[in-house]
């Protein structure tokens, strides 16, 4: 298993190193893993004035599989666009063809406590929400800041999917959901955008090759409603980049904390980049506080979804849950009663789990 390892920027290199530990235990144990580090964002800007530089480019490529912390900072803020570290990750994104994006939303019973949500509106929830990460608003063009033909300033993006993108994001959906409890909806504004009235089209007419599953059509208003009213009436959810980018924050939440949620982004020929749904919070970067586990189940991701190791994968989702039943606790889902731990602090609860 050849494996990049991207720290990233913000509390990214603490919780990955609490993963690498994970790691470097699968390896003591006998798992032949080899592995790289490299920059990616703000880092790889600080080391070579670019966010997805050429060494980074190199080593991603040839890998597996990646490992990525977080990225984003306040001091990249001013940066021109094309040097922000989020664009790095965008990048990364695109060159490798990373165009499934899975997060699941799932409350570990422990948990239940820590949503903001009614413990009978969350209790079981077991959310998978597969977005589309190659297309949509966030790499249509003609996009820009101009002056228009009024002479005003304007800013425009440009919404748009082809019937490729559409259809094969849709078959991993379906392929998903015919491994969970067969229910698809898909997520669209087709009452108002014509680009997704395009994307409903071509998923019912995907959907002719799976009569197993039940597809819906829900608008995406309508579902940011559902996902806290009822949630638990979903089972899978498909829909673009940035509906999904927004959907998932908001499930996340569901679960407690965003710092337990991992995530996939899967080529074609399922290799991978694994990451945690949360962002890099640089208010409480270096001080040893951040959750780790969305990190660690990234790391149970890539086995399940790149190397096929779903016993390993198993394997590290049952320590996270001996950990989360033996009480142990970061700050972001700390209740009375349980015992709070540091970042590190976790990952040694999380590699002593395994043993
Ligand atoms: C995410 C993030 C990214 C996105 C940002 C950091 C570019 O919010 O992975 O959800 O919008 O895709
Ligand atoms: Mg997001």
């Known amino acids: 298993m050849k494996i990049a390892i991207l720290p990233g920027d913000g509390i990214g290199p603490e919780i990955v190193a609490q ?17 790289v580090t490299v920059p990616l964002g703000g880092a790889a800007y600080d080391q070579y004035g670019e966010p997805y530089p050429e060494a980074t480019r190199d080593v991603v490529r040839t890998a597996d599989a990646i490992l990525l912390g977080a990225v984003g900072g306040p001091q990249y803020d001013t940066l ?12 990364i994104r695109k060159d490798l063809g990373l165009f499934g994006n899975l997060r699941p939303a799932m409350l570990y019973p422990e948990l239940a406590g820590a949503s903001t949500l009614k413990p ?25 800041i101009h002056v228009n033909d009024a002479g005003e300033r304007e800013g425009f993006n440009t919404m748009r999917y082809s019937e490729s993108e559409i259809r094969r994001i849709a078959k991993v959906a379906f392929e998903i ?21 395009f994307w409903k089209e071509i998923v019912i007419d995907v959907a002719k090759q799976y009569p197993d599953v039940e597809l819906s059509h829900m608008y995406v208003d309508n579902a940011a409603m559902q996902l806290v009213r009822n949630p638990k ?15 998932s924050d908001e499930a996340s939440m569901l679960t407690g904390s965003i710092g337990m949620l991992p995530s996939a982004s899967l080529d ?17 970067a270096g001080k040893n506080v951040a959750n780790p586990l969305a990190t660690i189940l990234s790391l149970a991701m890539m086995m399940r979804y790149t190397f096929a190791r779903e016993d390993i994968a198993k394997r590290i989702e ?34 002593a789990a395994l043993a």
């Open 177 to 197: 959901a015919q491994k969970r409890n067969k229910k698809l909806c898909s997520v669209d504004k087709a009452n108002v955008l014509e680009c997704t009235e």
């Open 318 to 351: 049952t320590a996270v849950q001996t950990v989360l039943r033996q009480g142990y606790r970061t700050a972001d889902i700390y209740e009375a009663g349980t015992q709070k731990v540091s970042c590190s602090g976790m990952g040694d609860a999380v590699v």
């Open 233 to 247: 009436q979903f089972d899978v959810i498909v829909t673009g980049n940035i509906f999904g980018d927004i959907l």
């Open 80 to 91: 021109p666009r094309d040097k922000r570290p989020e664009r790095g990750l965008l990048a």
């Open 19 to 35: 993963a690498v530990r994970v790691l470097e235990k699968l390896k003591a144990d006998g798992l032949a893993v080899e592995t």
């Open 268 to 284: 074609a020929n399922n290799k991978g980049l694994y990451e945690p749904c949360h962002g890099s919070a640089p208010d409480i």
């Open 120 to 144: 009978e509106v969350v209790a079981g929830l077991d959310i998978m929400i597969v977005r589309e990460l190659t297309g949509d608003i966030y790499f249509g063009q003609p996009r820009g």
